[in-house]
């Protein structure tokens, strides 16, 4: 009955909203990664993927809570002096290794699809097993839950409150995986797009990393990615990728105009000839 005073259903919206907002990076990775599998099996993968992570995620509410200390304490110092400097701690390790691996994976795609000229050939070489594709997933949206698990701490300390925005949370991205899947599916195009917003993802984590650690470089302070600067940036990439798409209809029909409009003459000039 803890969870249904209006202290705590007030709390549980802002966690909802909070876990909806934070996952759309998390949400976009699942759509990426499923769609390395065989089609048949990528509905599954996704389903099992968040089902899985959704228990995980409450088991690290739980194992975070317990020994929130051990994540914030200091497991090692980087002793280069006025070269690489920094307190490393299990929560800053944790958020530079997603970023690292989600910076790789993005700039990995985005080379096989330059390098590579038949799409078919493309997918065949990225295929993974849906084993694999469903272990990268929970490993990778617990990452991406380390921090909303940390920001809904700030909010509240009661355990239930927090594990069923997590629930209601992971039900929503179960109920949209499908739907960004098959958009990226029918709008091929905007795979480019969704590979480098998720490249940009992985920028801002090993920055929020290198921030929670205190690591300078040369001296400089590596300072954090505001999700404002995130978001605005993001809008700014689909507005660029809308006018670029189409203008470039645009061109192409004006190109068709003008490839049409010397064989209609050609075509009006026989016939007056043949009069």
Known sequence: ???????NLFTL?????????????????IS??????APEHQK???????????????????????????????????????????????????VLFGGAFIIYTAMKEIAHMLAVHDPDVHAERGMRSPMTAITWIVVMNLVFSFDSILSALALTKVFIVMATAIVISGLMMLLLADRVSEFLEKNRMYEVLGLFVLFIVGIMLVSEGGHLAHIKLY?????QMAKSTFYFVLVIMVLVD????????KLMAQRKREIDEPTITTAAIKAKTMD
């Open 1 to 7: 009955m803890e969870l249904f005073t209006p202290e």
């Open 13 to 29: 919206l802002m966690l909802v909203m909070l876990q909806a907002v934070l996952g759309f990076d998390n949400l976009l990775y």
């Open 32 to 37: 990426i990664e499923s769609k390395r599998v």
């Open 44 to 94: 599954r993968v996704r389903q099992i993927g968040i089902l899985m992570a959704i228990a995980l995620r409450i088991v690290l509410l739980f194992v975070i809570v317990q020994a929130i200390s051990y994540f914030q304490s200091t497991l090692f110092t980087l002793p280069y002096t006025g070269i690489l400097e920094g307190d490393v701690t299990g929560h800053s390790l944790i």
């Open 219 to 223: 001296g400089y302070p590596v300072e």
């Open 242 to 249: 809308v006018v670029q798409g189409r203008y470039q209809r």
